[in-house]
């Protein structure tokens, strides 16, 4: 089965910048549309970014736009998300997903905590 594996994450302050990766332990990397999720304490799971199969399109949550930044890196399994400016809105569980461009399965990471906070 295919796992995924998050870090990066942390506690930073209002305005710095983290940057989170998530490695997938599948040879067919390639073939997943990537997106990173969160959830704060109350809230429901929200989309904040993602990317296709290929890298050749994105799709940021409007609180996120200008400030995030998803890439993958096929050749290395990985997917990651540059966040800057961070704000303490941002604070949530981060977590990486995977879904099959072709087959109707999807994978989820556990996540990593990222608390912004002076």
């Known amino acids: 089965q295919v796992q995924l594996v998050e870090s990066g994450g942390g506690l930073v302050q209002p305005g710095g910048s983290l940057r989170l990766s998530c490695a997938a332990s599948?040879?067919?990397?390639?073939?997943?549309?990537m997106s990173w999720y969160r959830q704060a304490p109350g809230k429901e799971r929200e989309l904040v970014a993602a990317i296709t199969s290929a890298g050749d399109s994105t799709h940021y949550a409007d609180s996120v736009k200008g400030r995030f930044t998803i890439s993958r890196d096929n050749a290395k399994r990985s997917v990651y998300l540059q966040m800057n400016s961070l704000k303490p809105e941002d604070t949530a569980v981060y977590y990486c997903?995977?879904?099959?461009?072709?087959?109707?399965?999807?994978?989820w990471g556990r996540g990593t905590q990222v608390t912004v906070s002076s």
């Open positions: 599948v040879i067919t990397f390639s073939n997943y549309a």
């Open positions: 997903r995977a879904q099959h461009s072709r087959f109707t399965v999807i994978y």
